[in-house]
């Protein structure tokens, strides 16, 4: 009998027990080994536990209510999802993802690598570091694990397997509202909207109908285009850094979804980045933001087009043409989808931590102005955005329209 036959909500105390009787090939000096929680996500409790003789590792645990709301309850099979993902992704992107050692799904916890040596992505970017190997690592992250699970590249009875373990209703239910509906109608009440731009946002949201009328188009397809499996929610604050390595983490949004929805939040969550250094006057740094813009659309371009004819198994998608417009439906989906992404964290009841710390209340409401813009010609005009210089030439719109409007 072991405390960790029945699932409950661990604290720092229990996890400990749990690590030293989950791990116990790791020598740990029981003297000195303690837990800190450390999360910092909207979700879970994600805890590290280490000891003075330099042992670590970090556990994650679901609980059955979120953390951004006791309201809300979902199925703590998050946990596996995240974990099976992971296990794939390794096969794919290695050296791209953290290592798990072990998932439990009475506990709904997950034991992984350590990566304290790196930072969350967001903070980094917040102290306006910057990382050269970024747009290189991300794209080949994205362009192998989204690509290998597609029908073009894997056999049709298996992909549908895959997408059926990979149901993932609630999680995805999250993302239908909090992503692709309530910003546009605040139907439930739970958008957080910057005061001095509650008017703006009322006419540039509330209040607009084509706007309304491509991101229900867009939510039909989020639900409906099982193309491969994403991670679900790729923003900055999923993925850990240092100078010469990327890990991405946090998959519990995965599913089968349009590959543009991953891309979108990647590209969206520099331009928040973006937003940051502009309030904060670090012209260096916004333009290590837009170069990188440039070189994750466009790496992503080359290395997909090139992995495409290694790893094409379906006839037809060997037919003439069909890479080319296989690619610009996910450009276009993947411009839809930064705007979209911009829109709700902006506006919605999960924002981000790059625009709300903007402590000038002209300089946020001009971010906030800016995302907005940029969102809906991402939106409105999806099939011009092919390159990284499409989106600069939008941030660039978007800032004399904000100068004119005084
Ligand atoms: C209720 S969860 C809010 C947000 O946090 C997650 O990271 C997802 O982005 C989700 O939309
Ligand atoms: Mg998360």
């Known amino acids: 009998m072991s405390k960790f036959d029945k699932y409950f909500l661990m604290d720092v105390n229990d996890v400990v027990d749990y690590v030293l009787e989950k791990l116990p090939n790791i020598p740990w000096d029981k003297a000195t080994i ?12 994600v805890f590290k536990v280490s000891d003075d003789k330099g042992n670590s590792t970090i556990v994650k645990h679901a609980g059955e209510t979120l ?9 703590t099979d998050r946990n596996r999802i995240e974990s099976e993902i992971l296990q794939i992704q390794n096969k794919f992107a290695p050296g791209l993802v953290p290592e798990i050692y072990m998932y439990d799904t009475v506990m709904s916890a997950c034991i992984m690598e350590d990566l304290s040596d790196h930072q969350l992505m967001r903070y980094a970017l917040m102290e306006h570091k ?17 690509l290998q699970t597609t029908d073009v590249a894997m056999e049709h009875k298996e992909k549908k397997a895959k997408v059926k373990s990979f149901i993932n209703p609630e999680l995805c239910e999250i993302t239908e509202d909090l992503v ?23 006419r540039e ?13 867009l939510k039909f397809d ?7 499996l994403l991670h679900g929610d790729l923003h900055t604050g999923s993925i850990f850094v240092k100078q010469d390595s990327t890990k991405v983490f946090d998959p519990e949004f995965a599913f089968y979804g349009p590959i543009g929805y991953d891309v979108g939040n990647v590209i969206a969550n520099l331009i928040f980045a973006w937003d940051n250094g502009k309030a904060y006057g670090n012209e260096e740094f916004c333009n290590w933001i837009l170069k990188t813009i440039i070189e994750v659309i466009g790496m992503f371009k080359t290395k997909f087009l090139k992995a ?9 998608a060997k037919v003439k043409g069909f890479k080319e417009w296989y690619l610009d439906s996910i450009l276009a989906d993947t411009a839809s989808y930064t705007g979209t992404e911009l829109i709700r964290r902006t506006v919605g009841m999960a924002q981000v931590k790059d625009v709300t ?39 660039k719109k978007a800032i004399e329209k904000i100068h004119k409007e005084g």
Do not use: H, W
């Open 34 to 45: 303690k837990a800190k929680e450390i999360g910092d996500g909207n979700l879970n409790y």
């Open 67 to 75: 953390r951004i709301s006791a309201d809300m309850k979902v199925s």
């Open 130 to 146: 910057t990382f050269p190997k970024f747009a290189d690592d991300i794209t080949t992250y994205m362009v192998n694990t989204l």
């Open 180 to 202: 692709l509906m309530e910003p546009y109608m605040d139907v439930k009440g739970r958008n957080i909207v910057f005061e001095p731009n509650a008017e703006f946002v009322q």
């Open 205 to 217: 949201l509330y209040e607009d109908e084509a706007l309304q009328l491509e991101v229900a188009k």
């Open 222 to 228: 989020f639900m409906n285009n099982a193309q491969a």
């Open 308 to 316: 495409y004819d290694e790893v094409v198994t379906e006839p037809m």
């Open 357 to 395: 710390t903007i402590a000038d209340v002209e300089m946020r409401k001009r971010a906030e102005r800016l995302n907005i813009y940029v969102a809906k010609d991402c939106i409105m005009n999806k099939c011009k955005f092919k390159t990284g210089e499409d989106y600069i030439e939008a941030i």
